[in-house]
């Protein structure tokens, strides 16, 4: 999939007699990962204010580039072009919360920005202008901690899966009204570790799965019904996210996570723990994390010591380390397929980045000024990375070329 989704264009034509002709040209070959990267500023925009929300990339469904967003210090939204151009500026009431999805409301091929703030969630067209019944009020004294966006058949009628601070969860229809059995679901298990989330087991069925910080793994159907093999603890405390490794051959999925004592975690949608392995931890105050990338397709694991990273593969091997002193981390993690990865180190205390390719190998020789975030995206036929970052009131782009 991730070698597909590198191409800008792809066309595939099937004749009416029923024949199919497809000639695909792939080169499967890595890039050369050992030629040092070079990172040049390309261009920048400023908005006047601080930004404290950004850059989140989603797609231009006019021609499929990427659109950011970002939001100053006044709460104003601004959408901005590929070209760097402002497409709208909109002021809401409080600051955003959550990743910004896209859906097609209308379902005409046209994609409108979904959000969270902590009282309200947000639909916005193209031009700024709210979609029909929102914003989406929260539940009176409830405050919205995670959204996610669900389409489980594919046919865009949108589920709103919301996480309040406490842990409760809410079902929303794409309209705004709050389903049966979500009105809340009141699961007594704290708050969650990361966004609650849907998958559909061969099967098994649909599976509506919440992850909390007190270690508890929650699996419910699509009427928020406990499922059997749902309610299971995977061990005292879980800081960081899970991810899904799609089965294959007769292999049913796994849910894979860590706990806060280092423990890597899989199990099957029955509930069971299919795999448990102890990672070095060289003294209590060592933290493990689980890093998706920006698809939810691939993730790296993350071990924080003192004044030093390790960075490790999926199969639990060293990718690379560095020595950095700083207490206060983020990470983000952007795949491209075999080859074209990136993985980024954001200090949160300097406001530098870092920036390491598949390899393990820093790009960035001198550090990146980030205060807040960072977004990337990879351009097939050009060949070439680019790099979004926010600083003070500006946005910069950088090209990394191949």
Do not use: C
Not at 62 to 86: A, P, W
Not at 292 to 321: A, C, G, I, T
């Amino acid at each position: 999939e991730s070698i597909f989704r590198s191409f800008d264009w792809l066309n595939i034509s099937i004749f009416k007699e029923g024949n199919v002709h497809i000639n695909l040209n792939i080169d499967m070959k890595e890039p050369d990962t050992n030629r040092q990267m070079i990172l040049s500023e390309s261009n920048s925009t400023a908005f006047g204010k601080p930004l404290i929300y950004g850059p989140s990339g989603i797609q231009n469904f006019n021609d499929r580039s990427t659109d950011l967003v970002v939001q100053d210090e006044d709460f104003f939204i601004h959408l901005i072009s590929e070209e760097g151009e402002k497409v709208f500026s909109q002021q809401i009431p409080e600051p955003v919360i959550s990743e910004v999805h896209q859906i097609d409301f209308y379902k005409n091929g046209k994609l409108q920005l979904v959000f969270a703030t902590k009282n309200f969630i947000y639909a916005l067209d193209r031009y700024g202008n709210l979609l029909p019944g929102y914003p989406v009020p929260m539940v009176e004294n409830k405050e919205i901690a995670y959204l996610n966006v669900l389409d489980y058949d594919n046919n865009r009628n949108y589920r709103l899966f919301v996480a309040t601070n406490d842990g409760e969860l809410f079902l929303f229809d794409k309209e705004g009204q709050i389903l049966d059995g979500w009105e809340p679901n009141d699961n007594d298990s704290g708050p969650l570790s990361y966004r609650p989330g849907h998958h559909r087991e061969a099967g098994l069925g649909d599976f509506m799965i919440s992850l909390h910080n007190n270690g508890k793994l929650n699996l419910y159907n699509r009427r928020g019904e406990v499922k059997a093999g749902g309610g299971v603890v995977l061990g005292n405390g879980i800081g960081t996210g899970y991810a899904i490794e799609e089965g294959s051959n007769n292999e049913p999925s796994k849910i894979v996570t860590i706990n806060e004592v280092g423990e890597v975690l899989k199990l099957n949608f029955k509930g069971e723990v299919t795999y448990r392995n102890q990672l070095l931890r060289p003294d209590t105050d060592t933290r493990f994390s689980l890093v998706n990338d920006q698809r939810n397709s691939d993730y790296v694991w993350v071990v924080e010591e003192y004044n030093k990273l390790k960075v490790l593969r999926p199969n639990e091997q060293l990718l690379f380390d560095m020595n950095i002193p700083s207490n206060d981390l983020e990470f983000k993690y952007f795949s491209f397929g075999e080859g074209n990865k990136i993985f980024a180190v954001l200090d949160k205390v300097q406001d530098f980045a870092y920036l390491y390719n598949g390899k393990g190998q820093l790009i960035n020789q001198k550090p990146i000024s980030v205060s807040q975030s960072l977004w990337i995206h990879f351009s097939g036929s050009d060949n070439v990375y680019t790099l979004v970052t926010l600083y003070g009131d500006k946005l910069y782009e950088y090209k990394i070329p191949l």
